[in-house]
């Protein structure tokens, strides 16, 4: 079992950023993907973007292309979400997820283990 934590959330004006973290631990892997996705309120979870572990090739949501950035750090088991450009309708609980299977799904169902999950307000 993977345990997953996220951290960076907060409160941020539209057009600011913020830098999202996600650090694994537990059982190892290398293979499989590493996924952002955000739930906003009343809202059902979203995929944001999703980067494979192992050779790093990402995949992005119509919506944040161009603003979002996915990253990860191998070494320290970390991944990052940066979030340049920041509107109110990016507002949401921004949740990491792993993949322990090939391909860069944006389902929530395709992926095995999530974060508590980090607050992201961007106010206008």
């Known amino acids: 079992q993977v345990q997953l934590v996220e951290s960076g959330g907060g409160l941020v004006q539209a057009g600011g950023s913020l830098r999202l973290s996600c650090a694994a631990s537990g059982r190892t892997f290398s293979g499989g993907a590493m996924g952002w996705f955000r739930q906003a309120s009343g809202k059902g979870r979203e995929f944001v973007a999703a980067i494979s572990w192992r050779i790093g090739s990402t995949r992005y949501a119509d919506s944040v292309k161009g603003r979002f950035t996915i990253s990860r750090d191998n070494a320290k088991n970390t991944v990052y979400l940066q979030m340049n450009s920041l509107v109110p309708e990016d507002t949401a609980v921004y949740y990491c997820?792993?993949?322990?299977?090939?391909?860069?799904?944006?389902?929530?169902?395709?992926?095995?283990?999530w974060g508590q999950g980090t607050q992201v307000t961007v106010s206008s």
């Open positions: 997820a792993v993949r322990t299977g090939y391909g860069l799904s944006p389902q929530t169902n395709a992926y095995d283990s």
